[in-house]
Nanobody, 125 residues
Framework: QVQLVESGGGLVQAGGSLRLSCAAS????????MGWFRQAPGKEREFVAT????????YYADSVKGRFTISRDNAKNTVYLLMNTLKPEDTAVYYC??????????????????WGQGTQVTVSS
C-alpha cells in the first residue's frame, strides 16, 4: 500500500512562492507517475500537474503553466510542486496522487490510485 504525505503549504501573499513536497512510502516510487491536484471550497478537485515515473514527461493545467513546476527525486521518494507568482485563485487544498506501476501520466483524477491527505495553500491579495 502506497502512502503519500504532503507538506509545504501555508499562507503567502500574491506574487509569492511556495514549494510543496509529497513523500511516498510503501511502494516503488520510481515506477509511479505522479500528479498534483487541488480543490478550492465549493469546487471540484482539479488537475494541476503530472510527471512521468522517469521524470522525463510533464504536463500542466493551462491555469498554472509557466508559473508552477513539477519535479521528482526518486532517490528521496519525493515529488515537488514549485509554485511561483501565486494568485489568490490558487488558494486551495493541494493533493498529490500516484498511479499504479509503470502507467503513463494522466490529467484525470480517476486515473490515480493513491492520494495524500492534502495541504492547504492560501494566497492573500
Amino acid at each position: 500500500q502506497v502512502q503519500l504525505v504532503e507538506s509545504g503549504g501555508g499562507l503567502v501573499q500574491a506574487g509569492g512562492s511556495l514549494r510543496l513536497s509529497c513523500a511516498a512510502s510503501g511502494g516503488t516510487f520510481s515506477s509511479y507517475a505522479m500528479g498534483w491536484f487541488r480543490q478550492a471550497p465549493g469546487k471540484e478537485r482539479e488537475f494541476v500537474a503530472t510527471i512521468s515515473w522517469s521524470g522525463g514527461t510533464t504536463y500542466y493545467a493551462d491555469s498554472v503553466k509557466g508559473r508552477f513546476t513539477i519535479s521528482r527525486d526518486n532517490a528521496k521518494n519525493t515529488v515537488y510542486l514549485l509554485m511561483n507568482t501565486l494568485k489568490p485563485e490558487d488558494t486551495a487544498v493541494y493533493y498529490c496522487a500516484a498511479r499504479k506501476q509503470y502507467l503513463p501520466t494522466s490529467t484525470k483524477r480517476s486515473s490515480y490510485e493513491y492520494w495524500g491527505q492534502g495541504t492547504q495553500v492560501t494566497v492573500s491579495s
